[in-house]
């Protein structure tokens, strides 16, 4: 069996590790077309609570991330999985046999806890293999493997439905989650070294998370990345109710949501590429500056015609916008980890805690202020790219202050 495992390739660990992040992802994005139907069977009566169902799974990575990075430090990266791949399948079951909202969202809070496992220890163990620019470039291949899953996963909801109801979605995630595991299982070695291991105890957790936190270039990049990722979870939020009850798209909503998934997987794959001939600062600076001036131009033309605009206008917009977001993720994510490569787990539990509650304190008010138009979120991704921007810009002149 050692054998078998070492024979791990680096397209099959890009493969792999797509797929253990994206049972987060296919827990989110494969129910979003079944939101209408939950609403009625959980008689849900405000409009925008059903968002809750999806902002929920992030509330819960939020405080996930920061057990499974230290645990992972202390007994593996694959029993730290292991662990939070069971609580997934628990969250999971409880949510298919919901008949209200409150278990609904408990069931996905313990989802999002549990594969809070899947986000921070596959960043550890890509961090364990590369760093830097290295890391960014595998960090964009795999987010282009793993962009396929929120590009597919609405259309196998919507087909899913078609035969069978909402819960049948959520079996399909239980056994696309034992799959995940069982591959790792016999595929992937455990990559954390014998001298890298840490103790675990609340003395060294809390001394890593100091560590981690006074680190203010470090910080600077978490909080860019969790202030536009927040943007981007507003859009998860009311994408249901932005294209299928807003534009009427009807059957066409998970093809439109799989396009800009796979956009954003391009721009992901063409960073990779950038990264050859430009820094990760200056692809960064580049995609901010070019989001917020679409979005400004965007917002006008919304506030000239009634804080609307056309599907074909909003569907424009969302391409260019995604198009400038997928270099951002993965370049934030291995810049804000590069000084931790003696404590890769506990750090990325830091940094993926802060980013993801951030996310979701600003989705949250962007989703909740959905009335009927797309002028909350290009509002929304305007003020979240700006935030960003100045963030990174001070950031980088830390930086340059401390090089001098």
């Known amino acids: ?18 797929m253990l992040m994206s049972v987060t992802a296919l827990s989110i994005d494969a129910m979003i077309p079944a939101l209408g139907k939950m609403s009625v069977d959980l008689m849900i009566s405000e409009a925008n609570s059903i968002q809750l169902v999806i902002s929920s799974v992030f509330l819960g990575m939020a405080f996930g991330v920061l057990i499974y990075g230290p645990f992972a430090d202390s007994y ?5 999985i292991y662990l939070g791949i069971f ?14 909202l409150f278990v609904m969202l408990l069931g996905r809070t313990i989802q999002g806890f549990g594969s809070a496992a899947c986000r921070v220890v596959t960043m550890a163990i890509i961090r364990d293999k590369y760093e830097g620019t290295e890391m960014a470039k595998i960090m964009s291949l795999i987010m282009m493997v793993f962009i396929m899953v ?14 069978a109801s909402w819960q049948t979605i959520f079996w399909f995630i239980f056994v696309f989650a034992l799959i995940s595991t069982t591959w790792m299982h016999f595929r ?50 009311s994408a249901q109710q932005i294209m299928e009850i807003q534009y009427e798209l009807g059957q066409m909503f998970p093809l439109i949501f799989g396009f800009l998934a796979i956009v954003y997987g391009f721009a992901s794959f063409l960073n990779s590429k950038l990264l050859n001939k430009f820094s990760m600062h200056q692809i960064c600076l580049a995609s901010l500056v070019l989001q917020v001036s679409l979005s400004s131009i965007f917002l ?13 206008l909003f569907f424009i917009y969302m391409i260019l916008n995604f198009f400038c977001l997928g270099p951002l993720f993965g370049n934030f994510n291995s810049m804000a980890l590069q000084p ?11 940094i993926s805690s802060i980013q993801t509650l951030s996310a979701v304190i600003v989705g949250i008010i962007i989703g909740q202020a959905y ?31 401390h090089s001098s």
Not at 1 to 18: D, G, P, S, T, Y
């Open 300 to 312: 006008i033309i919304s506030l000239a015609n009634n804080n609307d605009i056309t599907f074909t």
């Open 150 to 163: 929120p590009a597919l996963a609405p259309l196998l909801g919507q087909g899913i439905l078609i035969f």
């Open 87 to 100: 609580i997934f399948l628990i969250g999971t079951l409880i949510s298919i046999f919901a008949t209200n």
């Open 188 to 237: 992937q070695r455990e990559t954390l070294s014998p001298e890298k291991v840490r103790s675990f105890s609340f003395t060294v957790i809390f001394s890593g998370i100091l560590e981690t936190i006074k680190n203010r270039i470090s910080m600077g990049y978490t909080l860019a990345s969790g202030i536009m990722f927040g943007a981007f979870v507003s859009y998860l939020s």
């Open 76 to 80: 593996g990266r694959k029993k730290a």
């Open 340 to 350: 931790f490569g003696h404590m890769a787990g506990l750090a990325t539990s830091v």
């Open 1 to 18: 069996m050692n054998k078998r495992i070492n024979k791990l390739n680096k397209n099959e660990f890009i493969a792999l590790m797509a």
């Open 371 to 401: 009335d009927g138009t797309v002028k909350p979120i290009i509002l929304g991704y305007m003020l979240c790219g700006m935030g960003t921007l100045i963030i990174f810009l001070l950031t980088k002149r830390r930086i340059s202050t």
